[in-house]
């Protein structure tokens, strides 16, 4: 008996550990961006092998508003988790715990490291006042997640946000990160126009050149 209370006592305890790692997974900027990155990336490959079409053409669209507004917040889960834990001791997530250096960058670095990738190789990325406004939504849908996180477990997943004033430095600390994902949409948007400029003018070049030979 007292083997099999043990047992069940061990059962509970890890049915325990995977569910509050299961939320904790979702708590964090970090993942809810990879999660829509990942989705972004397999929508590329399923509309580069979908037929010709109007089919073909709304998911093409839809895409590219989705990975533009992902480049936003991609690149503002880098630039404020750098800007926290190099301003601050041991309160961007996990504290002062030691991970391996892989690690380390494979999570707060891969993820801006493949919005550019994108942006740099994507066929078509608008950068359009919709993808903006998808960008600051997501972030809304997310700051509305932390607070349910916050109501639900008592605290916020960050420690800076726990040492903030609330509600005040939530909403200060919030309105940073909606800056953040503005600035670097923008940031994405411009590289993106000069990109198409030089394209272009490439191709005027060759033209140029092939009439002369003619």
């Known amino acids: 008996m007292a083997v099999s209370a043990t047992q069940t006592s061990a059962g509970e305890q890890l049915r325990r550990q995977i569910s509050i790692r299961r939320e904790l997974f979702f708590r964090y900027l970090t993942f809810y961006s990879y999660t829509l990155q990942t989705i972004c ?3 590329c490959i399923f509309t580069h092998l979908a037929k010709e079409g109007k089919g073909k053409q709304r998911m093409q669209a839809f895409t590219d508003r ?25 309160l961007v997530e996990g504290g002062l715990l030691e991970r391996p250096i892989w ?7 891969g993820n801006a490291a493949t919005a550019w990738g994108d942006l740099l190789l994507a066929e078509e990325r608008s950068f359009s006042p919709a993808a903006r406004r998808l960008a600051i939504g997501l972030a809304l849908a997310y700051g509305a997640w ?3 996180v916050r109501r639900v477990f ?33 940031l994405g948007k411009w590289v993106r126009q000069q990109l ?19």
Do not use: R
């Open 154 to 186: 008592g605290k916020f997943p960050y420690p800076i946000l726990n040492k903030l004033p609330f509600p005040w430095g939530f909403m200060g600390f919030f309105a940073a990160g909606i800056a953040v994902i503005v600035a670097t949409f923008q």
């Open 41 to 43: 990336l397999c929508l």
């Open 196 to 214: 198409s400029a030089f394209s272009g003018y490439q191709t005027e070049e060759g033209g140029s050149a092939k009439a002369k030979d003619s």
């Open 66 to 90: 989705l990975s533009c507004a992902c480049f936003g917040l991609a690149n503002t889960v880098t630039i404020m988790f750098y800007t926290v834990e190099n301003a601050t001791k041991g």
């Open 103 to 109: 690690l380390q960058i494979a999570v707060h670095a």
């Open 146 to 148: 932390l607070l349910l």
